[in-house]
Nanobody
Framework: VQLQASGGGLVQAGGSPRLSCAAS????????WGWYRQAPGKQRELVAD???????NYAESVKGRFTISRDNAKNTVDLQMNSLKPEDTAVYYC????????????????????WGQGTLVTVSS
């Protein structure tokens, strides 16, 4: 599976950019999609994910501001970000996890097997 993320850039605080990630390859194997981010000097962290059944999960820091959505027909997953804050500045990565994956991250109970190249979102105050 190959993932291509887009939509990053320089945004003012309070802005509402939308990130998109397109998948190609063995699409049928994808169970869960996720968006992660990594700020300078910090560990990469999960922002949001969505399962094949549509169940979503969000980091506390973005709840109520970010929305993850998947379009199975288009093989895309989007991250709508609202009310951005300077602390949201990071490189954002999309990722996916196939059915049957055993990838594990002790922080979240599961990890991801395929990653996009990352897209930088810079929030100016």
């Amino acid at each position: 599976v190959q993932l291509q993320a887009s939509g990053g850039g320089l945004v003012q605080a309070g802005g509402s950019p939308r990130l998109s990630c397109a998948a190609s390859g063995d699409i049928a194997s994808i169970n869960t999609w996720g968006w992660y981010r990594q700020a300078p000097g910090k560990q990469r962290e999960l922002v949001a994910d969505v399962t094949s059944g549509g169940r979503t999960n969000y980091a506390e820091s973005v709840k109520g501001r970010f929305t993850i959505s998947r379009d199975n027909a288009k093989n895309t997953v989007d991250l709508q970000m609202n009310s951005l804050k300077p602390e949201d500045t990071a490189v954002y990565y999309c990722a996916c996890r196939p059915y049957g994956s055993r990838s594990y991250d002790p922080r979240y109970g599961r990890s991801y097997d395929y990653w996009g190249q990352g897209t930088l979102v810079t929030v100016s105050s």
